[in-house]
């Protein structure tokens, strides 16, 4: 096909299936004609090893040591090697086949540039293996921590080879909070004095205590590569005076940092102060992100003079912080709200509520129509609940509702709630106790598009036919809920009610919207047997998390099936967003446009790969499948002509495909799709 290019399916299998001929390690030996155990496919004898299917294949043995393949974020269509701790697989299910594929695919294969690790779901000799099969691999651009075990110093001497030993990392991420080890610091350090190509380094919990910061500074002062930092403030409020200074001069004279994230322990700290007045002067970065400081006197002068004199932040979120008293005055908040109505650089704002008194948020709410850029996130305390009714009302008159979003620690709890459009998310509990107020939130979800993410909390045992059927009918037929955690639970003597649980799982297949999923039940079993029967036609669902344990094989069998489905919705939905973009045109990534050509997630992919808003994605998706339902297009991209269709002349001048008018064309091509276009085994 023209213009073909290598994906990473082209790399892990041939034809048949079977590793390419270069693959000659010992760790893939050991596991040639090795059968999964859910379909009894082998690496060896992979039937129809094109794109997604091999990679289930693979996966069937990967899961077998809490291991996924996925296909990675990025451009370049590479894959990330994932560990999962959810669901649990008992010990005795967790085979070496797993371990042994993982090896030589790090070993010898160039497209897995992701590695993502929970520490907690590998066993430690596990893990010092995998570390030793990475030594010097230059193909790996990302590497992620989760839950890191430094109890074991066995474990903490790995973490710190392996990021040594990786020549051309380009992300370095560790979300969990630990403290740091001296060691760890020691390679943090080392990294950020020698490297080339590290361009975001994510350690906002990892804290340390007296002593290490000064030597991290310093090499953050040196380092000319990052443009992501992500940090704890004790890396800044256990540093000498002098190196406090010395953060603020490297913020302020850094010329590649465009996004910054400072988690501190909500207590009184100058740190904030040092970070304020580096990015007074700081002409790179574009987001800020400042979560659980305290805002004294100093730093809240601070912040309206970032407001007035940065022209380069566009995104400014202080996320669960609060003022101290002494700062907390109205000729303060009025120099903030003053800043805050004369930027003209930010779109996106995230403050607390208590930053302002309620006359001051609606001056505010009175200016955004002439912002029209501008997204203001409220992080609300139910202490301020009451004030609700007027904030929204005056919302209304300023017409600023689609401006302005509502955040809360801990999702609404009532009915009344969701008369508030701000708020994106509930919260509703079934116990004998809060029926009633549970039937009410049920009975007006329907209505309340306004709402993304829905937690429910049921007790097995309250719960009837009726209710059963108003759930799965909310599910069913929503359009707009895109998060849902179902938590389940019930007296251990209890046995619950399956047809109520079966027809609340049913609707999940069913929904067209939801894309994250979080169940927690004491039967496992019965929700994987009834999702997966129907999952494969959902093509919307990306993300599934079940806290159980994977000790029945059957269930194992039906979550892979789940799990399967939801990789490739994933897959397709990258391969879409690509294509929209122009970062591959390729006949699989076409293909995967007309599979999800509706899914609520594309146009935040195509917008962040296009760095464009919303709004212009929705156009540019409209345009490529426009383009789609081109004849010469679509045949070039199926394979069949190199550039456009051209028929020779018949002597009985019967009507050739080229002869069809676009309309004619537009009728055949209502009943075909790229994927029903046969193509050979070296096509993508």
């Known amino acids: 096909m023209a213009g073909h290019r290598s994906t990473a399916y082209d790399v892990l299998a041939s034809e048949d299936g079977q590793p390419p001929k270069h693959l000659g390690n010992t760790e893939l030996e050991s596991v040639r004609g090795a059968r999964g155990c859910f379909t009894g496919s082998s690496i060896g004898r992979a039937s129809h090893a094109r794109q997604p299917r091999t990679l289930s294949v693979w996966n069937e043995f990967l899961c077998q040591s809490r291991l996924e393949l996925r296909e ?68 790996v651009k990302v590497l992620r921590f989760r839950n890191p075990r430094f109890s074991s110093g066995r474990t903490q001497e790995d973490i710190c080879r392996l990021i040594s030993s990786l020549p051309a990392l380009e992300e370095l991420e560790c979300p969990t909070a630990w403290k740091c080890p001296v060691a760890f610091l020691d390679i943090l350090s080392e990294l950020l004095r020698t490297t080339t190509c590290l361009e975001a380094l994510r350690i906002p919990m990892v804290c340390i205590k007296n002593h290490g910061a000064e030597g991290l500074l310093e090499a953050l002062a040196l380092n000319s590569t990052l443009k992501e930092l992500s940090l704890d403030e004790s890396f800044i409020g256990e540093a000498s005076l002098s190196h406090r200074a010395g953060f603020a001069n490297y913020l302020r004279k850094n010329t590649t940092l465009e996004t910054l994230t400072v988690l501190a322990c909500n207590k009184m700290q100058d740190s904030l102060m040092w970070i304020l007045n580096g990015l007074l002067e700081n002409h790179t970065i574009t987001k800020v992100n400042l979560t659980n400081f305290v805002v004294g006197r100093q730093s809240s002068e601070l912040i309206p003079l970032i ?15 609060r003022q101290d008293r002494e700062a907390h005055d109205h000729t303060t908040n009025d120099d903030w709200l003053e800043a805050l109505k004369r930027n003209q650089t930010l779109n996106a704002v995230r403050l607390p509520f208590c930053a302002f008194k309620l006359e001051q948020w609606e001056s505010l709410f009175q200016a955004l129509p002439t912002k029209a850029s501008l997204k203001l996130t409220i992080e609300w305390n139910v202490t301020y609940y009451h004030l609700l009714p007027r904030v929204c009302s005056v919302l209304r008159e300023a017409v600023a509702e689609q401006q302005v979003f509502f955040e809360t620690n801990f999702p609404p709890n009532s009915a009344d709630m969701l008369d508030y459009k701000g708020f994106s998310e509930i919260f509703a509990s079934l116990r004998s106790d809060t029926r009633s107020e549970f039937s009410r939130i049920m009975h007006k979800l329907p209505s309340a598009s306004h709402i993304t993410s829905v937690q429910l909390e049921i007790s097995m045992h309250t719960i009837d036919a009726a209710l059963s059927t108003r759930i799965a009918d909310y599910i069913r037929h929503s359009t707009t809920l895109k998060k849902l955690q179902l938590f389940l639970f019930c007296d251990p003597l209890y046995v619950p009610r399956s047809s109520c649980w079966a027809d609340i799982v049913t609707s999940l297949s069913q929904n067209g919207s939801v894309k994250e999923l979080h169940v927690k039940s004491r039967d496992a079993s019965a929700f994987f047997k009834v999702l997966a029967e129907d999952v494969r036609e959902n093509l919307t669902l990306l993300s599934v998390v ?18 399967d ?34 899914h609520p997630a594309l146009p935040e992919q195509v917008a962040e790969l296009s760095s464009v808003h919303e709004s212009d994605a929705i156009v540019m998706i409209r345009d490529a499948l426009k383009s789609l339902q081109d004849m010469h297009e679509f045949m070039r991209l199926a394979g069949v002509v190199s550039r456009r269709v051209s028929c020779q002349w018949r002597e009985d001048e019967r009507v050739q495909l080229s002869d069809l008018n676009e309309d004619c064309w537009g009728r055949v091509r209502g009943y075909l799709r790229l994927s029903d276009v046969g193509y050979s085994s070296a096509e993508p």
């Open 72 to 139: 990675s974020s990025g451009t370049r269509g590479q894959l990330s090697l994932v560990s999962f701790e959810k669901p649990w697989a008992p010990a005795e299910r967790i085979t070496r086949e797993g371990t042994a594929l993982a090896c030589g695919l790090l070993n010898t294969h160039r497209c897995v540039a992701t590695l993502d690790i929970s520490v907690i779901a590998m066993e430690p000799k596990k893990f010092a293996l995998l570390v030793d099969k990475l030594r010097g691999n230059s193909f």
């Open 565 to 598: 489905a939801m990789r490739r919705n994933s897959g397709r939905l990258r391969h879409a967003a690509l294509f929209v973009s122009g970062h591959r045109c390729d006949r699989a990534c076409a293909e995967a446009l007309e599979w999800m050509p509706l």
């Open 546 to 563: 079940v806290d159980v344990s994977l000790d029945d094989e059957e269930v194992a069998r039906d979550w892979f099936v789940v799990w």
């Open 307 to 321: 407001f007035a004199r940065n022209k380069t932040i566009s995104s400014f979120n202080m996320i669960s912080t």
